[in-house]
């Protein structure tokens, strides 16, 4: 008969030390246990049971008559060494056959090992995340949408709601200051469009009609797109990236508890700022791509800057500003309210604060364009 003792110093005085020994008998390898198997009694004796332990040997049968305190961790180990937990459900100790129950799914749980998945099944896998992923993020702009128009609905019934303060430092950031970047890039867009009316015009012989090309180009598509793109790049970052902080410093859970709501004092007034101060960039943007054009023309074909305006006055109609100008709050609210939601959507860490900040302008400028298209549609169909 073979036999292995183990023993281990208790950890707590009172407690009697964890032993164990392996037989060699009839029916097999048989484990001996005594003393407390307990959390204070175990030490490192689980470790040394399994050095004892053989390639493929494991104890067919638990001895437990020297057995003295056992709990949930003590089980745990003996189920490790056995293998299974058929011998501490086989023994006579009711408080082994539910320790048994206890910790038996766990370690059984443990010891499954999920088959490799295929090529096909992985591929798939990987849209229906995507999908869900997707439907996600749907659903969570849904949710944002519907709170603002709620937050909205509020001030609108009670204007005293609403926070001067940030609203109007909302739109000395993101508009005023924004007013001279605006109408340089659009001065330049006027400019282009200009050379390149002139180049392609003057070959048949009517290079006039670059007024009207700019004119249109600027007040009906360039003036409000740039603008709002501007807007986008400069404003849409900034409002998910200053939430986004609040959020990672937990200063929008303090508002919750003092009982300011979040949207009242965040979200609405970067939106009114966004709906008042995007229609004057657009007017920005349209006097300054008009000026770009206008000195092209001078420049390049001779055209006076006085011939050049009144030929705008005379042959642009007024309507394809106004287009431009209805487009602007569109853009604006987009704009606000991506930059909002994904502020608010920022988690704890600063990787979740620079995907939230990429995120809000390429869904700015995504839905800005967007909604372009779907105008010029619509224009398009009512023949304007």
Not at 197 to 214: D, K, P, W, Y
Not at 272 to 277: D, V
């Amino acid at each position: 008969m073979m036999s292995v003792p183990g023993h281990n110093p208790p950890f707590e005085v009172g407690v009697e030390s964890a032993r164990y020994e392996l037989r060699q008998s009839g029916e097999g390898l048989c484990l001996a246990i005594g003393g407390d198997w307990t959390a204070f009694g175990l030490g490192n004796l689980p470790t040394e049971i399994m050095r004892s332990l053989t390639e493929g040997s494991r104890p067919k049968a638990l001895d437990v008559q020297s057995l003295g305190h056992v709990d949930s961790a003590g089980a745990l180990a003996l189920v490790e060494a056995l293998g299974s937990t058929a011998p501490l459900e086989a023994s006579d100790r009711q408080d082994l056959r539910r320790l048994a129950d206890l910790v038996g799914a766990p370690s059984e749980a443990r010891q499954v090992t999920e088959p490799a998945a295929s090529a096909i099944n992985t591929f798939f896998a990987r849209i229906g995340r995507q999908v869900e992923r997707f439907i996600g993020q749907i659903w969570a702009v849904m949710d944002f949408q519907g709170r603002l128009v709620v937050a909205l609905g509020r001030h609108l019934r009670n204007p005293k709601r609403l926070r001067l303060t940030p609203l109007f430092s909302v739109m000395e950031q993101a508009g005023i200051n924004a007013i001279p970047i605006v109408m340089m890039m659009c001065f330049f867009i006027g400019a282009i469009v200009a050379l390149v009316g002139a180049n392609l015009l003057s070959t048949f012989g009517v290079s006039a009609f670059t007024v009207e090309l700019v004119g249109v180009a600027i007040l009906r598509e360039f003036g409000a797109v740039i603008a709002a793109i501007l807007f986008a790049g400069r404003s849409a970052s900034a409002f998910a990236a200053e939430i986004g902080a609040m959020r990672m410093n937990q200063e929008v859970d303090a508002m919750k508890v003092m009982g300011v709501d979040e949207f009242d004092a965040l979200v609405v007034p970067r939106v009114l700022a966004a709906l008042l101060m995007v229609p004057i960039l657009t007017f920005c943007g349209d006097i300054g791509g008009i000026l770009g054009g206008l000195l092209v023309s001078w420049a390049t074909m001779d055209i006076s800057p006085v011939f050049f305006l009144e030929r705008t006055v005379d042959t642009v109609s007024l309507t394809h500003f106004w287009i431009g100008l209805v487009k602007a709050p569109f853009f604006a609210l987009v704009i606000a309210a991506a930059g909002c939601g994904k502020g608010l959507a920022v988690s704890g860490d600063t990787e979740s604060l620079g995907k939230g900040v990429t995120s809000a302008v390429v869904q700015s400028i995504f839905l800005i364009i967007m909604f372009d298209a779907i105008f010029a549609v619509i224009f398009m169909e009512l023949d304007l």
